[in-house]
């Protein structure tokens, strides 16, 4: 059974930091590109940032610049540091595998990430 495990969320300030990190389990991580998705309050999950296989990143138009994913394939993770916040960023964060869309797998519980003065 496949199970994603995310953390690092909490509240922060506009322009402050955050990372994230999401423990995977029970799949083959180095056979699947991975993405952090997120999904704001009364808004549709949307896809944040990806990374492929080999390590090539791909970031939605918002986050540019401002979002870094990488991968540790020896502890099956994935993280995302999140710079420069903004209030919109405000939203449950969530990792699964595929480089858009909707993952594919289930999901796990997510990070809550709160970005306010």
């Known amino acids: 059974q496949v199970q994603f495990v995310e953390s690092g969320g909490g509240l922060v300030q506009p322009g402050g930091s955050l990372r994230l990190s999401c423990a995977a389990s029970?799949?083959?991580?180095?056979?699947?590109?991975m993405s952090w998705f997120r999904r704001a309050p009364g808004k549709q999950r949307e896809w944040v940032a990806g990374?492929?296989?080999?390590?090539?990143?791909n970031y939605a138009d918002p986050v540019k610049g401002r979002f870094t994913i990488s991968r540790d394939n020896a502890k099956s993770t994935v993280v995302l540091q999140m710079n420069s916040l903004k209030a919109e960023d405000t939203a449950v964060y969530f990792c699964?595998?595929?480089?858009?869309?909707?993952?594919?797998w289930g999901w796990g519980q997510g990070t809550q990430v709160t970005v306010s003065s």
């Open positions: 699964n595998g595929g480089l858009s869309g909707s993952g594919y």
């Open positions: 990374i492929s296989i080999g390590g090539i990143t």
């Open positions: 029970g799949m083959i991580f180095t056979n699947y590109p």
